[in-house]
Nanobody, 123 residues
């Protein structure tokens, strides 16, 4: 089993920044991929970014966040981060981190999920 706990959400003004954290525990994550997803009210859960936990790892981003968000991981702390800059009202959503065997952009490819953290961008 893998346990994931997100933190760092909150209320921020347009153009502001937030850094989300996802602390992982349980099974070793050395072969896992980590993803960030978000879900706004009335909408489906959508991909934000993903990275492989170890090794030479490309990162992938949704077009809507490219150039503004950065995913990274700290292996020593078993934590994945999502740095979010230049936030827009349309970034408002509950953000979830997820772990899966395969690096992917589809939520169904991930096996473990955190409880989510709310991000609200006010205009």
């Amino acid at each position: 089993q893998v346990q994931l706990v997100e933190s760092g959400g909150g209320l921020v003004q347009v153009g502001g920044s937030l850094r989300l954290s996802c602390a992982a525990s349980g099974r070793t994550l050395s072969h896992y991929a980590m993803g960030w997803f978000r879900q706004a009210p009335g909408k489906e859960r959508e991909f934000v970014a993903c990275i492989r936990w170890r090794g030479i790892s490309p990162t992938y981003y949704a077009d809507s966040v490219k150039g503004r968000f950065t995913i990274s991981n700290d292996n020593d702390k078993n934590t994945v981060y999502l740095q979010m800059n230049s936030l827009k009202p349309e970034d408002t959503a509950v953000y979830y981190c997820a772990a899966g065997v395969t690096i992917a952009t589809q939520p169904g490819q991930y096996d473990y999920w955190g409880q989510g953290t709310q991000v609200t961008v006010s205009s």
